[in-house]
């Protein structure tokens, strides 16, 4: 079964054919919202709103550990999240659709590990790699399929929010080589790589990074909102044809 996380602007995945909802309770607190169970073209999908329903839950607020374990526990294969960021990179305007292969952790005082607590023995897990390939090469035959226009590769900073950057913080993280700027992508992709869950990321650019293009003196949030109501109709094209390559992969 396949999972998918929704970010800011897809709170609810309209193209899921809902079959039913369950709360799943875990060893490490309630996740964001009850799982959505259906179908999408025939593939089955389990959805969950990292924010909640409501996009209540600030991105430094958001219980990590409990989303992942509980999709884990339901019993998916494999999760394709989607995350609102900003754009660094000159080619990652506003609308740009990117899937990632690298990520730096600027973030702090999250739960980031399964592994503590006396009874877990100290367990490192290779990270060079923070994407599934497999998982990336399909969400990129997805987006030929539905003649979605995609960027291969970007490295994802990873802010603590629920504030934006500075310019300041936006130009030393031009310099540590990051492309893109968002505060959900940590701990989440290390916490799918723990419990061996393939993970990739679809990034959805919603403005300029602060200090950049029309972003240069102000992040304006209501023409983010413009952007992201029609990229998040691509993202959810992007995802409906992945989702049919599985299919397809499966039939041959």
């Not at 025939?42 to 989303?67: C, E, K, M, S, W």
């Not at 300041?168 to 869950?197: F, H, K, Q, Y």
């Amino acid at each position: 079964m396949h999972a998918i996380i929704g970010g800011s602007g897809l709170a609810k995945l309209a193209d899921l054919k809902l079959e039913r909802r369950e709360v799943v309770r875990t060893p490490f607190g309630d996740p964001s919202c009850a799982l959505s169970f259906g179908t999408i073209d025939g593939v089955d999908v389990v959805f969950l709103a990292r924010h909640g329903y409501g996009h209540t839950i600030a991105p430094h607020q958001i219980n990590y550990r409990a989303n992942l374990w509980a999709l884990h526990h339901v019993g998916a294969t494999e999760v394709m999240a989607v995350a609102t960021v900003g754009g660094i990179r000159e080619d990652c305007g506003p609308g740009t659709l990117v899937v990632p292969d690298q990520i730096v952790d600027y973030t702090h005082g999250r739960k980031s590990t399964f592994f503590e607590g006396p009874d877990n023995p100290v367990t490192h897990v290779d990270f060079t790699q923070p994407y599934a390939e497999p998982i990336r090469e399909r969400l990129l035959r997805g987006a030929a399929a539905a003649g979605e226009a995609v960027l291969a590769g970007a490295c994802y900073g990873c802010t603590q929010g629920p504030r934006l950057e500075t310019a300041a913080e936006i130009r030393r993280m031009e310099r540590d080589g990051c492309d893109l700027v968002g505060m959900t992508g940590m701990p989440e992709a290390v916490l799918a790589r723990e419990l061996s869950l393939p993970y990739a990321v679809l990034a959805v650019v919603a403005n300029h990074a602060a200090g950049l293009g029309d972003s240069r003196q102000a992040i304006s949030i209501e023409a983010m909102g413009a952007v992201m109501e029609a990229a998040m109709l691509r993202a959810r094209r992007v995802l409906a044809a992945s989702l049919r390559d599985t299919q397809s992969a499966a039939a041959r």
